[in-house]
C-alpha cells in the first residue's frame, strides 16, 4: 500500500473526464466496491486495465471468482506449471452479433443499462485454460501484452485450496489470431482417448489443421455411437461394414451449448478396418474420411469412411456400362486422376488404385483405402492405370489364372485387350500408362490437364479431333453390341474365371524377368497390343533362372505391369 493506492469506486453514471461521457472505464470504477483478489498488486494491476478500456472492453481484465469455475481437468504443465481445463459458468464480457439481426442493431454497447451489468450473450458456460501466476506481486502491462500474443486473457481467480493465483485465458491459434475451430477441438482432447498414443496424435494433429470449415474433421468416434451393423465385402486386406452412425458429422461450433452442432444423425457410413494409412483423405476426389472408431469385441480400429451408395467403380460398370457415354467415363478418370495427382503431392504413393478402391459416390468418383500409402520413390510409376476397364467395361484378363505365369507373361509384355472399338487419341494414352518403362509414363498431372481439356475445352484442336473419333467409335460399337451384348447389364455378359482374383494380396513368386513392351507396342494402333502378339506369346518357365522373391500383385492384375521384384 506505499507504492500506490488503489482507485475508489466512482458514483453512479460519473461521467469520465477524458471521454467527456460515461464510457466503459467508469462502469468498471463503479464496480470495484463489489470484488477482491486479496491481493493489493494484483487488484491495482485489474483496476488499471479496466480504468484503460474506455472503448474497448477487451482490454480489461476481471477478478473471477473461483466458484464461477467447474468441471476442472488437468490436462498438462508447461513453463508456468500445471494447466487446467475448465468451464467459466458467467463467460466473458461480449455482444452476440447474431442476436442484434433481430434486436435494435444500433444496440452495440456492451453494457446493459436495464441490468446495470456487462452483457455476457451466447458466452456462458464456456470453456477456458487455468494456468499458474507465478509473480502475483510483479504484474506488469508488458507481461499482460506478452501473454496476449498467444492468448486470450479473460482475468485472474485463486484456488481456494492451494491459495494459488491462476490465469483465467483462452489459447489462441496462432494462424487465425483467434479461437477459431482448431481451439474448440483442443479443448476436448482431454475428453477422448483411442487406447493408441499414435492413432491420438494423429486425430489430433489433423484436428489442430482444421481452422475454417468443421465439416473438414476427423474425430475419435466410440464405437457405441453405432448401430446396425452389417457385413458388405471382404478385400484382400480387411473387411468392410455398413452402420448407422448416430451422432452425425460435426458441422460447427455451438457457443450456447460449448459443444459441436452436428448435421446427418443417423447417417449410413462405412466402416473399414484400419491397416498402415498414412494421411486423411481429405480431398474432394477421396471418400469423404470422418474418423475412426475401435471395434470393442476385436479391437481393431475401424476407419468410419463416407458410404458409397454407388457402390465400386466396378459394380457401377457392371450395372450401367450400356449407359455411359465417352464424357462419362473420361469424368470418371479425370476424379480418380485429381485424387491420386493429390496423393503424390503429399509425396506418397497409393500403392493399391484399382476400380474395387474407387467408388461411386452421387455425382462423382472418388478414390478410398489409402491403407497402403507409402512415401514415394517415383510417382511416375503409378498413373491412370484404371484407363483399361473403365474404357472396355471387362475386368481385365477376367478369364485366366491371376498367377505367376500371367505375371511373367505381363513382364514380357502382355497387355490386356479392348473388345470394343476406342477412340485413337485415347489408346494412345492409355499406352503411355502402360509402358514398360517407368519414365516413359505420364505423370498424374499431366494426364489431369489432358482429360480436363478434353471435358472442359471443346475448342480445343485435340478435343475436336477426339469427339470425331468418338463418334467414329460410337457407330463401329453399336453395330458390335446389336449383335453381341445383350442390353442387360454388363455383369451378366462375362464369366470371371474362378482363378482370377480382384483382390489384394501378397504372393511369393520366383524372380521375374526385366519388364519390356512388345516388340510392336508403338506400332499397333487400334488397341494396347496386337492379337498376333497376344497369342503368340508362350512362356517355358522351366527355363527361366528364379530366386524366391514376394511381390506385391494388386486386385487388377493390369497393375502388375508396374510392379518389380521387391529388393
Known amino acids: 500500500m506505499d507504492f500506490f493506492k488503489l482507485i475508489e469506486p466512482s458514483v453512479a453514471n460519473e461521467i469520465c473526464k477524458k471521454c467527456n461521457h460515461i464510457c466503459y472505464a467508469m462502469r468498471f470504477q463503479q464496480k470495484f466496491i463489489n470484488w477482491t483478489s486479496g491481493n493489493n498488486y494484483i487488484d491495482k494491476f485489474i483496476q488499471d486495465t479496466q480504468l484503460s478500456a474506455h472503448d474497448d472492453v477487451k482490454e480489461a481484465l476481471e477478478w473471477i471468482p473461483y466458484d464461477r469455475l467447474y468441471n476442472i481437468k488437468y490436462i498438462t504443465k508447461n513453463e508456468f506449471g500445471k494447466v487446467y481445463r475448465a468451464n467459466w459458468i458467467d463467460g466473458n464480457i461480449n455482444i452476440n452479433y447474431s442476436i442484434l439481426r433481430f434486436g435494435n442493431k444500433n444496440d452495440k454497447s456492451y453494457w446493459n443499462d436495464k441490468n446495470q451489468n456487462w ?4 458466452t456462458s458456460n464456456m470453456f477456458v485454460n487455468l494456468k499458474n501466476l507465478n509473480i502475483p506481486n510483479n504484474l506488469t502491462l508488458e507481461f499482460t501484452n506478452e501473454i496476449k500474443v498467444e492468448h486470450i486473457f479473460y482475468g485472474i481467480t485463486q484456488d481456494p485450496e492451494t491459495k494459488n493465483y491462476m490465469m483465467v485465458l483462452n489459447n489462441k491459434c496462432k494462424r487465425c489470431d483467434r479461437i477459431c475451430n482448431s481451439i474448440h477441438l483442443q479443448h476436448k482432447f482431454i475428453d477422448w482417448t483411442s487406447g493408441n498414443d499414435c492413432i491420438d ?55 450456447v451449448s460449448q459443444n459441436w452442432h452436428r448435421k446427418n444423425h443417423d447417417m449410413i457410413v462405412a466402416l473399414k478396418t484400419i491397416y498402415h494409412n498414412k494421411g486423411k483423405e481429405d480431398n474432394l476426389f477421396f471418400i469423404g474420411f470422418y474418423g475412426i472408431t475401435q471395434d470393442s469385441e476385436t479391437k481393431n480400429y475401424i476407419m468410419v469412411l463416407e458410404y458409397a451408395e454407388g457402390g465400386s467403380l466396378r459394380n457401377h460398370l457392371d450395372k450401367e456400362y450400356s449407359k455411359l457415354n465417352w464424357d462419362i467415363k473420361i469424368g470418371f478418370l479425370q476424379d480418380a486422376i485429381s485424387g491420386l495427382k493429390c496423393v503424390h503431392e503429399k509425396g506418397l504413393i497409393h500403392r493399391d488404385l484399382h476400380s474395387g478402391n474407387i467408388l461411386k459416390v452421387k455425382y462423382n468418383a472418388v478414390i478410398t483405402d489409402m491403407g497402403l500409402c507409402k512415401p514415394e520413390n517415383h510417382i511416375a510409376v503409378e498413373n491412370a492405370k484404371s ?129 519390356k ?41 493390369s497393375d502388375v505391369h508396374f510392379v518389380l521384384p521387391m529388393v
Not at 480387411?238 to 451422432?247: F, H, S
Open 119 to 122: 452483457k455476457r450473450e451466447s
Open 201 to 255: 496424435i494423429f486425430i489430433q494433429n489433423t484436428q489442430l489443421s482444421v481452422h475454417g470449415n468443421a465439416s473438414e474433421v476427423l474425430e475419435w468416434i466410440p464405437y457405441d455411437r453405432f448401430y446396425n451393423i452389417k457385413h458388405i465385402t471382404s478385400g484382400g486386406f480387411g473387411k468392410v461394414y455398413k452402420a448407422n452412425w448416430i451422432d452425425g458429422r460435426i458441422q460447427s461450433w455451438n457457443e
Open 387 to 515: 484407363y483399361v476397364y473403365v474404357f472396355s467395361g471387362l475386368p481385365p484378363y477376367h478369364d485366366i489364372s491371376h498367377n505367376n505365369i500371367l505375371a511373367i507373361k505381363i513382364c514380357q509384355g502382355l497387355r490386356p485387350r479392348y473388345n470394343i472399338k476406342v477412340p485413337q487419341l485415347i489408346v494412345d494414352l492409355i499406352k503411355r500408362c502402360l509402358d514398360s518403362d517407368p519414365l516413359n509414363r505420364p505423370k498424374a498431372e499431366e494426364i489431369e490437364t489432358i482429360l480436363c481439356a478434353w471435358l472442359s475445352k471443346p475448342n480445343d484442336n485435340q478435343t475436336i479431333e477426339l469427339q470425331a473419333q468418338i463418334k467414329a467409335a460410337d457407330e463401329i460399337n453399336n453395330n458390335l453390341i446389336k449383335r453381341s451384348v445383350p442390353s442387360t447389364s454388363l455383369g451378366s455378359f462375362y464369366v470371371t474365371y474362378s482363378e482370377a482374383i480382384y483382390t489384394s494380396r501378397l504372393l511369393s513368386f520366383n524372380n521375374l524377368p526385366e519388364p
Open 517 to 557: 513392351n512388345s516388340d510392336d507396342y508403338y506400332e499397333q494402333n487400334d488397341n494396347i497390343i496386337s492379337k498376333e502378339f497376344s497369342d503368340s506369346l508362350q512362356i517355358d518357365i522351366s527355363q527361366l533362372n528364379i530366386n524366391l522373391k514376394f511381390l506385391f500383385v494388386r486386385p487388377i492384375i
